[in-house]
């Protein structure tokens, strides 16, 4: 029986192959109850290029709570400030099997405000 992170892991797997396939700069979101971590990952699959995360010490001091959409927005925000620096402007977004609703959008959204195109 399929219990509900190895059907995520299973979603994310298409996602993935497709992104591989392709040889795109990948954000990949990963989501925890009490965290939301946010990397930049090469074509390749084999260097994190830019990671942010609500468990970095700067973030701490903004937020309140790391598990929800103020928390994400902010992650989104300074992975796309960290994306410029690394002189990386485009993407493929990796939700990582994760609905696109809630913290994964609003990470995603910001990211886009803060310059990142996918």
């Known amino acids: 029986m399929f219990d509900k992170n190895s059907a995520r892991l299973r979603r994310a797997r298409k996602t993935r192959a497709k992104i591989r396939q392709i040889e795109a700069v990948r ?12 990397q930049i990952t090469a074509g390749d699959g084999a260097k994190v290029l830019a990671s942010a995360s609500t468990a970095e ?6 937020i309140k709570h790391g598990g929800n959409v103020k928390a994400a927005e902010v992650v989104g925000q300074r992975i796309a400030e960290k994306a410029k620096a690394a002189g990386i402007e485009s ?28």
Do not use: P
């Open 27 to 38: 954000l990949t979101v990963t989501r925890t109850n009490s965290h939301i971590y946010a």
């Open 57 to 62: 010490k700067e973030v701490r001091a903004q």
């Open 91 to 118: 993407v493929a977004f990796d939700r990582g099997g994760y609905r696109y609703h809630g913290r994964v959008k609003a990470l995603a959204d910001a990211a886009r405000a803060g310059g990142l195109k996918f």
